[in-house]
């Protein structure tokens, strides 16, 4: 890309050396740029506002000429295409891997890569070790907090973002997910550090527990219209509660003092009643 530190910085220095350079010489078009239309641009810029010219040692073009623009335009925007194609046949290598079970990417943590006899392999470190027995507590009640101290007295650098990530990883059970896949999961030729039951134990004491120690609900059936629904006072999103003695729920709006309740029942049906004027 164009954003590339050492690049960036060659283009600081002639920026900032304006008027004693002259030419970028590079060996062909695709070692300055593969960015097809940023690239044109950068070199009109380059030679117009600078006047430095980039010359391609094994393409050379004279861009004073309108023809000899005209063909390192062309040659930048092949370049795009060429790395374009590379991409596309990378992605399409990436996935059949996948699909294989091989992880042909970095490891996360707890893993190394090696080569024996020039086949590449993952295997787990000492670290994964560690990660092993993160796992095990879990399943014995042991808070994240204090999994973190031992993990952090272990030597093992670790905060609750990174602990969390590590638990809801499959690759630890030797599973093996990645957007590539579009949600397929293929079991995995690397070691696992855990055991699938043990993964999703792990993962559904997770689900079942916050801070108030009961079950979270991203969605109440009862209140499909949270947020989504405006106060006509206030402008403000409706959030929902209920009634226990009643078992009934109403809408309720965010601003305080506003008081504009709304039974749930209700809205819901009035709602319903609008969508019904219109069809796809």
Known sequence: SDGRKEFQRMLAYIKKKRGTVSQILIYTLCRFSRTGG???KLAEELRDKYGIEVFAVTQPA?????????QQNIQ????KYDNQLRKQRAVAGMKEKFEKGIWCLKPPM????????GERKIVINKIGVQ???AFKWKLEGVKNDEIIERLNAMGVKMYKQKLSM???NPFYCGIIVNKMMNGKLVKGTHPSIISEEDFLAVNDIRKSANK???PHRD???ELPLNVFVKCDHCSKGYTGYIVKKKNIYYYKCRTIGCGCNKNAKDLNNSFQSFLENYKI
């Open 38 to 40: 940023g690239a044109i």
């Open 62 to 70: 004279d861009t004073s000429l309108p023809s000899g623009e005209l």
């Open 76 to 79: 930048f925007i092949f370049a």
């Open 110 to 117: 707890g893993y190394d890569t090696i080569r024996t006899n």
């Open 131 to 133: 990660l092993r027995k």
């Open 166 to 168: 590590i638990f809801s």
């Open 212 to 214: 108030y120690g009961v």
């Open 219 to 221: 969605e109440i059936e």
